[in-house]
Every structure is written in structure tokens, then in C-alpha cells.
């Protein structure tokens, strides 16, 4: 059973039953609230996802959309969107305890990718920081 929480700790999850999907979201709503390129979810039963510590916080982010965080660290963790998503709990991945146990499947919202994110795996890599020269 999949566990996590948010970067400080204060919120703990688990989470039942098999996902949906897993994709990498690169809608411009995303983008922004999470302060990154793209963000990537795993999408579960809404009744399978059962916080276990703490309350996340719940900012509406659309006229739908609603994004649950950390009040303490900031730490995104799940998006629902009884509209366009009946019965689903988003979850990020990253948040995961082990987020290497879950591999998206897709990219979604790609009219919306930023137009150097396609070409971003043929950046030059570092396993850490590049040489200050």
C-alpha cells in the first residue's frame, strides 16, 4: 500500500486500489502552483486516499479544481476535480515515500508544455552541480 507526505512531515497519506493513470502533467495551472515545468500524478479511487496525520490545507485553483497542500511546508499533494475527474484523488508522485515505484505513462495538457521542455532530456547532465569555472 502506497504511503507519503509533505516535505516536513506534518502530513501523512496512504493510499488503496490501483491507479487510473500516472502521466506527467504540463498544464500552465500546474506549472504554477507546484513553481515547476511540469508535475507528475498518480490517479487513484478518491475513496482509496485516507490521510493518516495532519489536514491539508485546500486552495481552489480553478472554477473545479481543487489543490490540497501542506499549511506548514507548502508541499503540494493532491488535486480533485469533481467535474472533469469524477471519483479520482491526483496525487503527486514526488510526495510518494517511494515515488521510484510509480512510472508515468503518459504526458497530458502538452498544449500547454513549455516550448523547451521537449528537448529537455538532451541537456547536458551533472550527478550534481555543474563546474563553477
Known sequence: MPTGQCHCGAI?????????????????????HAGAPLVGWTAYPEDGLKVLQGAPKIYASSEHGRRHFCPDCGTGLFYYNAEILPGIADIQIATLDDPEDVTPEMHVQVAERLGWMEKAHELPAFERYPPME
Open 12 to 32: 501523512r497519506y496512504e493510499v488503496t486500489g490501483a491507479p487510473f493513470y500516472t502521466g506527467l502533467c504540463h498544464c500552465s495551472d500546474c506549472r504554477r
